[in-house]
């Protein structure tokens, strides 16, 4: 297979598994994110880039939003939302970051491909994306390697929700990012 084949192969791949995604639980999380006084997202590996590629949409939309770990998050506490992008739900510094969220009254949310997993269990919403993984059987394999399907299908389901999220809101996008894109690169 040439490159052009694999990149087709995965497209196909994102659209049956993006296909799979609960709508219903995608529209209580926008709302929630809508609601949140301020909004918290974490996630470790490759999964990081994906969230915060998110964290910056929302930025140019116009939310208040901390990336966890950064030097400048402040405390969450409650009113704020933290979202959690993680395929097993069992990273051992989310699943910690997710338990203080909630002790100091926070919402949390879970992207995830395991909704049963330790931060499942204690979300207040998880969008489920069943991305193949090593870790459970989701009906599919993939030719991609590790988790690869789950963090490119995340990213585009979060691109999703920020379209989702601006045509609620009555925002324009476009405008909006061009009016808070960084100015000091």
């Known amino acids: 297979m040439n490159a052009r084949e694999y990149s087709l192969k995965i497209v196909e791949e994102l659209r049956t598994t993006l296909s799979g995604v609960d709508p219903e639980t995608c529209e209580a999380l926008i709302s929630r994110i809508i609601n949140a006084k301020r909004v918290f997202v974490a996630a470790a590996g490759r999964s990081a880039l994906a969230i915060k590629a998110f ?3 929302l930025m140019h939309l ?3 939003v901390y990336v966890m770990g950064e030097i400048v998050t402040p405390a ?3 009113g704020d939302l933290l979202l959690i992008g993680s395929g097993s739900g069992e990273t051992d510094s989310l ?3 997710a338990k203080r969220a909630k002790l100091f009254g926070a919402d949390l949310a879970l992207i995830t491909i395991m909704p049963d997993s330790s931060i499942g269990r204690i979300a207040d919403v998880v969008v489920r994306i069943s991305a193949p993984t090593s870790k459970a059987d989701t009906g599919f394999v993939s030719i991609q390697p590790g988790g690869s399907c789950f963090e490119q299908s995340m990213l585009l389901l979060l691109d999703a929700f920020v379209l989702r999220i601006a045509e609620l809101l009555k925002l324009d996008a476009d405008e909006n990012l061009r009016r808070r894109h960084a100015n000091l690169e």
């Open 95 to 97: 699943v910690a970051a």
């Open 76 to 78: 969450i506490r409650e």
């Open 55 to 57: 964290a910056m949409r």
């Open 62 to 64: 116009g939310f208040t």
